[in-house]
C-alpha cells in the first residue's frame, strides 16, 4: 500500500553535538533555522522503554518537532496520508538517536510512530507549534490514533 520514499514537507536535521571535556551541547531548535509555521508554543519530553512503540498516530492542525538525541535509538516511521500530497502514500523509515541525534518535523496529517530499538529507555523531546489540548486545556485532544485499528495499514516491523 504505501512505497518507500521521502514524504513532502518532512524535515529531517542532524543535531550536532559539541563536546569538551564538561559533557556537551545540542542545540534542538533556533529560529533562524526554523519555518514560522513551526515555531514551538511548548515543549514536553517523554521517555519510552526499550522495545515499546508510541503511535502510529497524526494530528489534523499540530506538527510535531522530535529529537532525538539518547540515550537510546529509535526506529522512526512515517507515512503519508495526505492526499493532495505530491508523496501521497510514500512511508519513510529512519533510525535516530544516541547514535544519530537527529530532529524531525512531522507536519500535520502524516501519520507517525517510533519504536525504542535500544537496550536503555530511551528520551524524545518533542516541540509541538500547538497546544496540547488548546489554551487552559480546554479543547480536544488533537490526534487521530491507528494502534489499536484492525487490519491497519499502518505496520511497525
Not at 521521502?6 to 542532524?14: A, L, N, R, S
Not at 533562524?32 to 509555521?37: F, M, Q, R, V
Not at 512511508?91 to 500535520?108: C, F, N, Y
Request: proline content about 7%.
Amino acid at each position: 500500500m504505501f512505497t518507500d520514499g521521502p514524504i513532502d514537507d518532512v524535515v529531517v536535521k542532524e543535531l550536532p553535538k559539541f563536546s569538551d571535556d564538561r559533557g556537551w551541547l545540542m542545540e534542538v531548535f533556533r529560529h533562524d533555522e526554523l519555518d514560522e509555521e513551526y515555531f514551538p508554543v511548548m515543549t514536553y519530553i517523554s521517555m519510552t522503554k526499550s522495545g515499546v512503540v508510541r503511535g502510529p498516530h497524526e494530528h489534523v492542525d499540530q506538527a510535531d518537532y522530535f529529537c532525538f538525541a539518547g540515550p537510546s535509538d529509535f526506529k522512526l516511521y512515517l507515512w503519508d496520508g495526505r492526499e493532495a500530497s505530491p508523496t501521497y502514500k510514500n512511508r519513510m523509515v529512519l533510525v535516530a538517536g544516541v547514535s544519530k541525534p537527529t530532529a524531525v518535523i512531522v507536519p500535520k496529517g502524516v501519520v507517525h510512530a517510533y519504536k525504542n530499538i535500544g537496550d536503555d529507555g530511551g528520551l524524545v523531546i518533542n516541540c509541538p507549534n500547538r497546544l496540547f489540548m488548546g489554551q487552559g486545556k480546554a479543547e480536544p485532544v488533537d490526534e487521530i490514533r491507528h494502534e489499536e485499528l484492525e487490519n491497519s495499514p499502518y505496520i511497525i516491523d
